[in-house]
């Protein structure tokens, strides 16, 4: 349910061109919020996601001044240091848009298992980018050796295996600047995607399978009715 409930916040997410920060901060408040909770009906899953949204879309229109540090802000950090060769303008992304959002999309199918609450953020962020480049770039960049991430990487190379059958490609937003169009959260087949990693983790290790979303059941809002 929570996979099922996040594909759709990714979703709306789109429909709106709201930023990817702005998911990341609906889900930690999502699930913040439902660590404190018992027995929380199905029926209300919907109405506590929505509400995590309009809270973080309103961060987004306080211009970011007061947020906690999300996935997608420890991946535009990583980023932005592996990148930054002007020291002077080191406030302006220096990374390329299309490595940002290929790692993000590894990000988005992950963050849809409850398993990657296991995980603190940033260790997520650096085993990710490792995926996509190296032990030595995530030390030089993060700090972090091996044995910090290694459990992390481990358990997402099933989830690197699936997206790389899917290569992303930026999209065009009416009225985002093209050098802001790779913050813009975009939505794919998000739950098909982690249906194949749950497959091929079944197959290796049963026992570590997390359950199976039962299918979509959210309706995402019409393009038309933005």
């Known amino acids: 349910m929570r996979s099922i409930l996040l594909d759709w916040l990714l979703e709306v997410c789109e429909v709106y061109m709201l930023h990817r920060e702005t998911f990341y901060l609906a ?32 961060l ?21 240091v592996d990148a930054v060769k002007d020291v002077p303008k080191v406030l302006l992304p220096q990374y390329s848009q299309e490595k940002f959002i290929e790692i993000a999309q590894l990000l988005d199918i992950c963050i849809l298992d409850v398993n990657s609450l296991d995980f603190q953020y940033r260790i997520l962020v650096a085993a990710a980018l490792c995926c996509y480049t190296s032990v030595l770039v995530v030390k030089r960049v993060t700090g972090l050796d091996w044995d910090s991430i290694a459990e992390c990487v481990e358990w997402m190379e099933p989830f690197v295996r699936v997206a790389k059958k899917y290569p992303v490609k930026l999209k065009n937003f009416k009225k985002i600047a093209a050098e802001d169009r790779h913050n813009i959260q975009t939505h794919t087949n998000y739950l098909d995607m982690l249906d194949e990693v749950h497959y091929e983790i079944e197959l290796t290790v049963p026992s570590q399978r997390s359950p199976v979303s039962t299918g979509g059941i959210i309706t995402p809002p019409k393009s038309s009715e933005k």
Do not use: H
């Open 27 to 58: 889900q930690d408040f999502f699930d913040r919020f439902m660590l404190t909770q018992k027995n929380i009906n199905k029926t209300m899953l919907q109405l506590i996601g929505i509400t995590t949204l309009f809270i973080a879309a309103k």
């Open 60 to 80: 987004e229109a306080l211009k970011w001044e007061l947020c906690p540090v999300t996935i997608v802000s420890w991946l535009n950090l990583y980023l932005q």
